[in-house]
């Protein structure tokens, strides 16, 4: 997955945002702390950003317009999208 640069500050130093909980914990805090993705937090609406900017914390993008985001499932190590309907 390539993250998109960000269309506030013109950054490369971004990465998407994960939803849900974790499975393995330790691999999601490495994720984290690595800025290789951005907590979430379990809740989703139609207006929940799936871009987050590490540079300036911009959040963009819209969870339910997005056709091409990765969503990895940490339980099971598999896209969202291939597991269930949408």
Known sequence: ????ICPECSSSHTCPIAY???????????LVAEKKICPGGCVTDDNSPVWYCN??????????????????????GFNIEETFDQ
């Open 55 to 76: 540079d300036c914390s911009h959040t963009w993008g819209r969870l339910r317009n997005s056709d091409n985001i990765d969503s990895f499932d940490y339980d099971q």
């Open 20 to 30: 849900g909980y974790p499975g393995d914990e330790e691999e999601y805090l490495k």
């Open 1 to 4: 997955m390539t993250a998109p």
